[in-house]
């Protein structure tokens, strides 16, 4: 079974903070993706990294994948209230299966 | 991106009864369909991936009787609890994936689910 973890399970910061979310896996993945999900809500897809070392980003939000791809991060620099919510990450096995195996969430929350 | 819906949002139902529930593809056609439960501040839990016309694949733990799986068209699968309990009460999402192998998976808006 390819796990993925993910770190910290629980970020409260305040507006203007720059913060890092990691996902980490033994597992090597064909490709990894962020989601955004707020409550009540299905995942948001914010990115999918697919080549080992590529740095992708989206405004404040930076994503990095491993070079082996087994790991990747998300940065986001100068935090907004708006930013609030649950960060996934997902990891594609490139099985026969085709299921995304997912981290166990980020829960950010951005005091204004 | 693409568009995966699902419907109804929202249910509310009393303890023995059956709950369908439904999710679409509506402008791709998904050759793969997957179920998630989702309880309270946790992740996603894989229950079961499902192909258009051929019996859904259930994660461990998870009863295929209780959880009726069909994905009878490459836009429509469904998902029925049967004789529900409170238990079952939670957040259900489905997923989306079109043919290819690095074809993106979008995701329903969820349907909460609550047994009395």
Redesign the interface.
Known sequence: TQLLEQSPQFLSIQEGENLTVYCNSSSVF??L?W?RQEP??????LV?V?TGGEVKKLKRLTFQFGDARKDSSLHITAAQPGDTG?Y?C?G?P?TG????T????T?LQVQP | GAVVSQHPSRVICKSGTSVKIECRSLDFQATTMFWYRQFPKQSLMLMATSNEGSKATYEQGVEKDKFLINHASLTLSTLTVTSAHPEDSSFYICSARGGGAGDTQYFGPGTRLTVL
Do not use: C, H, I, K
Request: glycine residues 16%.
């Open positions: 064909s490709s993706q989601y009540g809500e299905g995942p948001v897809l999918t697919v649950l996934l997902a594609d490139n299966r085709r299921a995304l997912f981290g166990s969430g829960r």
